[in-house]
Each structure stands twice: as C-alpha cells, then as structure tokens.
C-alpha cells in the first residue's frame, strides 16, 4: 500500500549534474547517454535528429533495445516525436507485439485502447511505494511502458530502483526469509474500497471468478452479500530468466499495513481490524512480517532510487523482474499512461 514516508529527498535525486555521453547507436541516427555522472539507469536513448521516428528505429534495432534493457533494466526514449497514446502504443508494439489486455488492477486509458491503461487514481499527495507490477499475481509483465501525456506542475515523478542492487545491499537473512517463507498476499474486496471484485477479475458472475482462481492457484471465500476475500502465496526473491540473476521481487511495500498513511491506517483498522484490510502481506506461512523489517525495506529501495523529472512526450521502458517503480507526490494535473508486455508464469526460480 502507498506511503508518504520518504527516506531520501527528491531534491537529493534530482540533483543537478552534466549528462554522460555513452555512446551511438549502430545506425547512427540516436545517441545514448545517462542522466547524470555516476548513473547506470535508466539509459537515455535521444534522435540525434527531428525526424527520427522512434517506431521504425525500434523496428530496425531490437536487439540493441533488448540487450540495453537486459544490462540497464530502465531505457527513457527523450525527444522523440511521439506526441500521442496512438503513437505510444505504436512504439510499445514495435518491441512487444502482445500488450497485455484487461489488467484489474490499473483503469483503462481514458482513449479507449485496451492494452492502455491510466497509472494508479491514488491522492497526489501520497507516495506510491516500489513494487513489481503484478508480482502479488499468478502471472506478471517482463515489460512495462509509461508514456508522459502530461507532466505535473510539481513533483511526480517515476523513481526506479534496481532490484538486483536491492538483493545486494539487504540483510542476507531477510534476504533468507524472502526467499524461503515466500509471501501471502491477502486482499478483502468491499464494496466502496479499493477495486472492486468485479473490476479486478473483470467479471460480474461469481461463478467465472471462481473458475479464475482455481485455474491460477487462488484461495477464495465469499464473505458477505457481496464480499471477497483472496490468497495467493507468491515469491519474494526471484532469478531472472534472461540474466540469471537474483532480484528482489515483490509487492510487499503495496500491501503491508505499516505502510499505509497513518491518518487512512487508524480508522479502516478500527473499522475492519487487521484481517479485514483491502490488502495486507505475510510470510508465506501466515505469521507477520516485522515492521522493522519493512522500514528497511524501504530504506534500501530509497538509496538506490534514481528518480528525474517527466517531460511530455518521454516513454520509460523497464524490465519489470530488474527494476522496481514507485511515485512521487506532485501538484497541479498530471497523467502518465502504461502498457504492459509478455506476460508469464513460467522459467522462474523463486528460491534463492
């Protein structure tokens, strides 16, 4: 669940600082570079020219794009004359021709594609904390795309964070206990909080949700007129298909009730009490995971965050298993839309 706690200043992420040059493509028609000295993602892929269309040079160098995302785990295409979803999702299909359609938990984009979605309706003034998308889920994006239609006036931003340099720097024996324990994401879907059943398992009948969750390894229990309770045991370290590397690879900060705001915290727990909660996450065997565990969690998604200010028209692509997202508060409209990619369930080792 979002949280306002932060463990390092956005000013301290944004600090100013010289670009590096990396390099040119292949082709010669982009120029590669990092945000700053000392950064290692995202990789900023810029037209060395107007008139390079951003489509068509994807197309053409695939695999450059891939190895890049493979070694960065974040790219940001800037200045690129995209200046529309339409385009957006072009470009987005010019790597992955299968965007995943009918995501629960994202609305749809208000253009009305259906491999488009709006980011997250959560109170400007709060954080959305890191997580992997989908990672509380039976199946999950490799990749994941966001578009800037329109920056915030203020604040907003994306931050990432390397997964494989989370793995590093934590404990080893939370590390241990991720690993070994795995997760149990639990959700209660009321009428009037967070999405609803229906919404998420884009159904009506209660019947096709069931069949859903016994084809995808769910617990269920209708509690109520029209209540839902679920549990999935889901990993909390992972190894990259691609890379073979170990990663940190969860929805934790999404879910455990120490990191809701304590002004929504208080009231909906003396309202439904903790089993009652939209979300909540435990070890794998139920017991609870410590709150000091949790606060370091966060400290170390917080030192290794990279975080830049939007600008209309930019796309960020991560591999979602390499790099973890989060948002920053902002002021004034703002709307960022995402696509997701390659959904998949297998060739995973979940131990460490």
Not at 73 to 99: H, M, Q, T, Y
Not at 136 to 165: I, L, N, S
Not at 322 to 347: C, D, F, K, S, W
């Amino acid at each position: 669940m979002p949280n306002s706690v932060r463990q390092v200043s956005v000013a301290e992420k944004l600090r100013s600082g010289r670009r590096k040059a990396v390099g040119l493509s292949t082709a010669g028609l982009v120029k590669t570079e990092y945000l700053k000295p000392g950064d290692t993602a995202p990789l900023v892929i810029r037209p060395n020219t107007v008139d390079v269309d951003l489509e068509k040079w994807i197309s053409g160098q695939r695999q450059f794009v891939e190895t890049s995302l493979r070694r960065h785990g974040a790219i940001l295409f800037r200045g690129f004359n995209v200046k529309s979803v339409f385009g957006f999702e072009k470009c987005a299909r010019a790597l992955s021709l299968d965007l995943f359609t009918g995501y629960g938990d994202l609305p749809p984009d208000q253009g009305g594609s259906d491999a488009t979605y709006e980011s997250t309706p959560y109170p400007a003034t709060e954080t959305i904390l890191f997580h992997n998308e989908a990672s509380h889920m039976h199946r999950w994006p490799m990749k994941q795309f966001f578009y800037c239609v329109e920056p915030a006036g203020e604040g907003g931003e994306t931050p990432t964070a390397d997964c494989r340099e989370v793995y590093r720097r934590l404990d080893s024996k939370i590390v241990e206990q991720f690993s070994r324990k795995q997760l149990m994401y639990v959700r209660n879907f009321t009428d009037g909080l967070d999405v609803s059943w229906q919404e998420f398992f884009k159904a009506t009948d209660k019947a096709v949700v069931e069949d859903y969750c016994h084809k995808s390894g769910i617990d269920f229990e209708w509690r109520g007129a029209n209540g839902l309770r679920t549990r999935q045991l889901r990993p909390g370290v992972a190894r990259h298909a691609q890379t073979g590397e170990q990663v940190f690879f969860n929805q934790v900060q999404l879910h455990h009730v120490s990191c809701v705001p304590p002004a929504v915290r208080e009231p909906i727990l003396a309202l439904f009490g903790e089993d009652g909660l939209p979300r909540n996450v435990y070890y794998g065997d139920g017991s609870a995971i410590e709150d000091s565990i949790m606060d370091e969690i966060r400290d170390v998604y917080w030192q290794v965050s990279v975080a830049f200010e939007w600008a209309a028209g930019d796309i960020l692509m991560l591999d979602n298993m390499l790099t973890a997202h989060a948002r920053n508060p902002y002021v004034g409209p703002r709307r960022i839309v995402v696509a997701m990619a390659e959904m998949t369930t297998q060739g995973f080792n979940f131990q460490a």
